[in-house]
């Protein structure tokens, strides 16, 4: 059976190789998800509860990472990176490996995750257009694919530009 839980330092090595392997396969990627997650970890905008390994028979098959962001004055998240083993994509891990995530950033308070992809796949989670709710992307990019999910309902109005931790480079 599946199980999601957070990812610990024996870990690494082989979150790496997922990273990899499963972006090889990837429409869009840039070559360097893995080495991200490397520089992320090590940064203050690093949560351990919210970097997440899905095993399946004692084997890392997918990762999960959502890091702090700003958004004005207000401390939020972005998923980045997601990835599946090839060989296990379509089978809904990806899909738990978010749920699991979304669970535990409620449970820590935050309002909002965005994140930056397919606007086939992160709408199924629940997540629409950032710009419905005032969030913008610091770059140029589709409206459709930079997109959020609110986790936690608020009066307080959190709308602006994000601003990512710098290991993102933007
Ligand atoms: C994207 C990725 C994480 C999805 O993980 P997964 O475990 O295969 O996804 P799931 O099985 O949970 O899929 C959930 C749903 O999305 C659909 N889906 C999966 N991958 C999809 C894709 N690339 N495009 C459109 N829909 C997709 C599934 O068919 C499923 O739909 P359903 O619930 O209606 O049946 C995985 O394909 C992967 O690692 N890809 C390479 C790395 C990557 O691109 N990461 C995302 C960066 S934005």
Redesign the pocket.
């Known amino acids: 059976m599946l199980e999601i839980r957070q990812e610990n330092k024996k870990d690494y090595a082989e979150v790496y190789n997922v990273?990899k392997k499963?972006?090889m396969?990837?429409?869009?990627?840039d070559g360097n998800?893995q080495d991200l997650v490397v520089n992320l970890r090590e940064s203050n905008n690093f949560i351990p509860e919210l970097s997440l390994v899905a095993i399946d028979d004692n084997k890392i098959v997918?990762y999960i990472l959502f890091t702090k962001i700003r958004i004005g004055k207000y401390e939020e998240l972005a998923l980045?990176?997601?990835?599946?083993?090839?060989e296990?994509?379509?089978?809904?891990?990806?899909?738990?490996?978010?749920e699991e995530g979304h669970k535990k950033a409620k449970k820590l308070g935050y309002q909002y995750s965005i994140?930056?992809?397919?606007e086939?796949?992160?709408p199924?989670?629940g997540y629409v257009p950032a710009s419905q709710y005032g969030i913008k992307a610091p770059f140029e990019v589709p409206n459709e694919n930079f997109m959020a999910i609110e986790l936690n309902n608020t009066d307080v109005e959190i709308t602006g530009v994000v601003e990512y931790a710098k290991e993102f480079g933007i």
């Open positions: 990273i499963a972006f396969s990837a429409e869009h990627c998800e997918g980045a990176p997601l990835a599946v083993l090839p296990y994509q379509k089978q809904g891990i990806g899909k738990k490996l978010i994140v930056l992809g397919s086939r796949y992160y199924k989670l």
